[in-house]
C-alpha cells in the first residue's frame, strides 16, 4: 500500500484492524464495570445485589477462558475471518438483547455468555493473527494493540456517562452495540489470516523467499493438531498457562476492590478513583512499550520484573495510610500489571518460532480468563467472612507470588522449545514437503 507517498506493508494495516476490535469488544467488558451502581439501584435500576452482578462480570471472564483454546484451534485450521465474522454478529446480538433484559438469568446469558464468546473470539484471533504477519517489529505492533485496547476502556467509560444520563440504559448498550457491531463487520472483509492471501511475505522477510500459500487442507490441519500435542509435551506450555493465571489472579483482585481498600482505610471516594485511574493509566502506557522491550531482553525478564512490581509494592499498603502512599503502589503495580499480557505473543514467537500460533494463544487464554473470573469473587467472599480488606490483599500479593515463581522456572528465550516438531508429522504429510 501507499500512505502520503510512502510505502506502507500490509501488516500495519492489520494491526490497525487488531486494535480497533480490542478497542470495540474488550474494552467494553472493562468499561461496563461503571454500570455497577445503576444496575443495583432498586429504584432507577434493577435492585440486584453486588454479588449478583459481579458474577455476571465474573461469568464473562470464565466463558472467555473455556472457549479460548477451541477459538485458538478453530482459527489454526480453518483461518480467522469466517470465526471474526461469527464474532461480529454475537458482539451486536449480546449487545442488543443485553439492552432490553429485564431479568438477571438474562444479564448472566446475553452478557456474560452471548458477550463472553464474542470477546473471546476477538481476543485471540486478531492477536495471534497479527503474529503471523511480522518477522522483525512485532513488539512494536503489539504495542499499538494492547496499548490501543486501554485507551479505549478510558473512551468507553466516558461514553457510558453521557450515553445513561442523555438516553437510558438501553442505549449504553445499543449504541456501542450497532455502532461497534457494523465496524466489526467492515474490518472483518479487510483482515487477511496469513500475507500469502494476499500475494504477501510477512514484514521482515527477505524479498527472494518465496510466498508461501497457505493451505487449508487435512495436511495443514493434521500440521496444527501435531504442533499442539508436542507443544503440550513442554513444561514452557504449561507453565505459560499458570504465569496468565497466576497474574491476572492477582492483579484483576486489585482492579475490582482497590477503591474499597483504599476508602476502607480512610481515603475520600474521589482520592479513591484517582488511584484507580493512576493504576490504570500507568497500565496503558507499559502495555505500549513492553512489547518492544520484551522482543528485546526476552520475555522472561520482563516478566519476572513485572511480577515483582504486583508483589513487592503490596507492603506499601499493608502498613500506610496516606494518600501519596496508595498513588505510588497504583502506578507501580499498574506498571507491573501492564508487563504480563503484552507479552505473551512476544513469548510464543521467542519459544515456538513461526508455528500456528491460534492454540498457542488460546490455551494462554485458558488461564487468563479463568484467573480474571475467579479472582475477585474468591477475594470478595473471603472480605465478607473476615470482615477486613487485609484478607484480599495478602490473596493478591500470594496469587502474584506465584506468578514471580513460575516466571523464575523460565528457560531463557534464547532456547527454542521443540525445533525438530514437524518430524513427528505423518510419513505421507513430510513426503509432500
Known sequence: MTLLGKRLHYAWVIVGIAAS????????????????????????????????????????????????????????????????????????????????????????????????????????????????????????????????????????????GVAFDNLGMKWVFWLPGITGGAILLLMVRFFYNVPADIGLRPLGVSEDEPVQIPRRDEAAKIRARVFIQRARRTVTFWNLIGIHYWGCMGHNIINVLLVAIAVDRGLSLGVAAGVLAAQQGAGVVTRGVIPVVAERVG??????????????PMFIILFSHDAWAFYLFAILFGIGQGCEVPTFPIANRQYYGNVPQGSLFGWQNLGNGLGMGIAPVCAGVLWDLTGTYLAPILMSLVFSAMGLLSSALLPSPRERQIPDWEQYLPAQIQARE
Open 299 to 312: 520475555c522472561r525478564t520482563v516478566w519476572v520484573v513485572g511480577m515483582s512490581l504486583q508483589v513487592f
Open 21 to 160: 476490535m480490542g478497542f470495540i469488544t474488550s474494552s467494553m467488558r472493562f468499561a461496563a464495570a461503571a454500570l455497577v451502581p445503576h444496575l443495583s439501584d432498586p429504584v432507577n435500576g434493577f435492585g440486584w445485589n453486588y454479588g449478583s452482578i459481579s458474577l455476571a462480570f465474573s461469568l464473562q471472564w470464565i466463558v472467555l477462558g473455556l472457549v479460548s483454546p477451541y477459538v485458538g484451534w478453530l482459527g489454526d485450521r480453518y483461518g480467522a475471518r469466517l470465526l471474526l465474522l461469527l464474532g461480529a454478529v454475537l458482539f451486536i446480538v449480546g449487545m442488543m438483547v443485553t439492552g432490553i433484559m429485564t431479568d438477571l438469568w438474562q444479564f448472566y446469558l446475553f452478557f456474560g455468555v452471548v458477550i463472553g464468546v464474542s470477546t473471546a473470539i476477538f481476543t485471540v484471533l486478531p492477536v495471534s493473527g497479527v503474529s503471523l504477519w511480522f518477522r522483525r517489529h512485532l513488539g512494536a505492533a503489539m504495542g499499538i494493540v494492547w496499548s490501543f485496547q486501554g485507551f479505549g476502556t478510558i473512551v468507553l467509560l466516558l461514553l457510558i
